[in-house]
């Protein structure tokens, strides 16, 4: 039984309050913080790219509760002051203000801190989209006219550039892979994916790597890259990746490689745990660390921290999914996927793009992927880590 009469949840996005939430819904009545960087109530980032920085939804409709929602978790919220420190014996989070948090237990939501280019926050027009204040500053940023080059070839990038071409804007999408997602998805889908793209107006300088950003005026001009080329910009977007944000734990004495790195029970240290993006945990299913960037992830995981926080010991060993959405291909993956995976399609037809397909390594079922398939697509995840292969 536990005995936990604190907790401090540090991260208010959707890890963090969705632990909050489960810890509320399965009993827990014990005093709950919840510390956040951002001044902003706890909000979805996924829409950022897609729906709010087209302009199809106000900033405001990402948050992920109303106040009155919030007050019912009976959770003090402390906003917009930066952790700087933990002391893993005393459970004690130091904060930027100066503030000292001590709990019985303390979740880390903390998420990621995108990858830039040196000098690129020197440089007016050139921009990240991680926060609402990103997206806010961006979205004044684009005009009718302006030519705009996205910097990075992951989902995130992707989908910027999806967005903005079809918010009317001349779209550069550049970065190393030779096609979007190509090291995710293989050649199969990345390639239509190019075809996507290329079809919808999106100029692909792809296959090339990205040295840095141009600059005259302290204002962006273009992108340059490992070829000596210089793409002619006047807005940049720079998605290229992000690291986790764990510079605040340097000493605390927590393992800190790639995320934070925790057990099966997303246990970091003794009364510790890690949810969301900066966690790294030892998956049993797949025997191995494992660390995923997406918000289902987010919200399961928090369930089984606040489980195992109120004495569960249960291992969280989920079946990992994302999605993505571009112009009108919805993607959904079940497992994980990787481009040297034996591909196969066992439902619809890529020619309609509509289809389902299975990736399989050494006889066993990694992931499946759906685009414009969704219930097909979930249907097959029954089959992810089965062996052999069966049709």
Not at 43 to 56: I, M, N, T
Not at 259 to 267: F, S, W
Request: overall charge negative; glycine content about 10%; some cysteine.
């Amino acid at each position: 039984m536990s005995t936990t009469e604190t907790v401090l949840v540090v991260g208010a996005s959707a890890g963090g309050l969705a632990t909050v939430e489960a810890l509320r819904r399965k009993g827990y009545q014990g005093a709950i913080t919840v510390l956040g960087a951002e001044p902003h109530l706890p909000y979805d980032r996924p829409p950022l790219s897609k729906q709010v920085l087209s302009g199809a939804w106000e900033p405001d409709r990402t948050l992920l509760r109303t106040e009155d929602v919030l007050s019912t978790l009976d959770a003090r919220f402390v906003l917009g002051d930066p952790a700087t420190g933990l002391d893993v014996a005393s459970r004690t989070v130091r904060t930027e203000s100066g503030r000292e948090l001590t709990a019985d237990a303390i979740v880390l939501a903390t998420g990621l801190s995108p990858r830039t280019f040196p000098g690129q926050d020197d440089l007016a027009g050139a921009y990240v989209l991680r926060t609402l204040d990103d997206v806010r500053a961006l979205r004044a940023e684009l005009v009718p006219g302006k030519k705009v080059v996205v910097v990075g070839d992951g989902v995130l990038g992707a989908e910027i550039a999806a967005t903005a071409q079809t918010m009317g804007f001349d779209t550069t999408l550049a970065g190393p892979q030779e096609a979007p997602l190509a090291m995710q998805f293989g050649p199969l889908v990345s390639g239509l994916l190019a075809e996507l793209h290329t079809e919808r107006g999106v100029t692909l300088r792809l296959g090339v790597g990205v040295s840095g950003l141009t600059g005259e005026g302290g204002r962006v001009t273009g992108v340059a890259l490992a070829d000596d080329t210089v793409l002619p910009a006047e807005v940049v977007v720079v998605a290229i990746g992000a690291t986790p944000a764990t510079e605040w734990l340097a000493g605390s004495g927590l393992r800190l490689e790639n995320g934070i790195v925790c057990d099966a029970h997303c246990r970091a240290a003794d009364g510790i745990y890690a949810v969301g993006d900066v966690a790294r945990w030892q998956h049993g299913t797949l025997n191995t660390l494992l660390r995923l960037e997406n918000r289902t992830n987010a919200t399961e995981q928090a369930s089984a921290v606040a489980a195992n926080i109120l004495g569960a010991d249960q291992p969280y060993a989920p079946i990992p999914y994302m999605w993505t959405d571009q112009f009108d291909a919805k993607i959904q993956v079940h497992g994980l996927l990787s481009a040297d995976a034996e591909v196969t399609v066992v439902d619809g037809d890529p020619a309609d793009r509509r289809f389902v397909a299975r990736y399989s390594r050494d006889g066993s079922v990694v992931g499946v992927l759906g685009w414009n398939m969704p219930k097909q697509a979930r249907l097959r995840r029954q089959e992810v880590g089965l062996s052999p292969v069966s049709s």
